[in-house]
């Protein structure tokens, strides 16, 4: 992979990842429709992580001040709990399934991808016509069971197209909070899990030789990542201030997943 290459790539991750379109949806629809580079793919995928992790740790560093603060001054334990909590399921389940999924063609398929992109986007449409549980002030007031209702969710982010950030804040939606809680809770979650999956691949010889042996093409990625996530994700706390803002990305995702449908339709 050249240089252009992982500079778009790591747009891509910078600005998916956070925004709730599917950060693998979209890396997977740029490979296969650039025919980039497929040996390693999924290595790329992972380590691009880092920069958008990074982006979530200095974005949100004040809040995770006063959590861990929280924890250890005042012995106030329950959103760390929470959070902790809501990444377990889908935290297991990727350790499980993550190989699995890895060496599947079902889940590398445009058209998996593109079908699990258009559902979200359905389900964000419609969200607010759904049952919803009784309203919460914000992420400090959910319950243990309602925070690990929103990490069962999550699991559904492990099928490329659906989205991490999208099904958490869809679940949070559900059991009461509003779109711009359900985004920072969703965020301060996924740091357990994306921590995890960065710890996972440093402790893997064969990644640790992909990471040394691609550096230049990473730094890069994983600096264009950093920059946009920082950029996106304050675009998305503030849009989502708007009533029925999800609806805008469902509209988006159902687009682009009956774009691409379309034209594989015409070309097979």
């Not at 050249?2 to 990842?17: K, M, N, P, R, S």
């Not at 760390?80 to 499980?96: F, H, M």
């Not at 699991?155 to 950030?165: E, K, N, V, W, Y």
Request: glycine share 6%.
């Amino acid at each position: 992979m050249d240089i252009l290459q992982a500079i778009l790539l790591g747009f891509v991750q910078g600005i998916t990842e956070f925004i709730p379109v599917s950060s693998s949806g979209h890396l997977e629809l740029v490979q296969q429709i650039f025919s980039f580079p497929t040996n390693n793919f999924h290595l790329f995928m992972e380590f691009v992580n880092l920069g958008t992790l990074i982006a979530l740790l200095i974005f949100f560093r004040h809040r995770l001040w006063r959590i861990i603060k929280d924890v250890f001054t005042n012995r106030n334990y329950k959103l760390a709990l929470n959070i902790v909590i809501t990444s377990i399921p889908a935290g297991v389940a990727g350790l499980i399934l993550s190989d699995f999924i890895e060496n599947n063609d079902f889940f590398a398929s445009l058209y998996t991808v593109c079908t699990a992109m258009g559902i979200i986007g359905i389900i964000m449409i419609v969200i607010d016509y759904l049952p919803h549980l009784s309203p919460l002030k914000n992420e400090n007031h959910l319950t243990p069971a309602r925070a690990l209702g929103i990490g069962l969710m999550q699991i559904i982010a492990l099928i490329p197209g659906a989205s991490r950030s999208g099904t958490t804040i869809i679940a949070g939606r559900l059991v009461g909070l509003d779109s711009e809680s359900s985004a920072e809770y969703s965020f301060l979650a996924s740091i357990p899990i994306m921590c995890g999956v960065c710890l996972k691949m440093f402790l893997s010889e064969s990644s640790r030789t992909y990471f040394v042996e691609n550096l230049d093409t990473l730094l890069m990625s994983n600096l264009v990542a950093f920059v946009v996530g920082m950029l996106a994700l304050k675009f998305l706390l503030t849009y989502l201030k708007k009533p029925k803002s999800l609806q805008s990305f469902g509209r988006y995702r159902i687009i682009v997943a009956s774009l691409v449908i379309g034209v594989m339709l015409i070309l097979a």
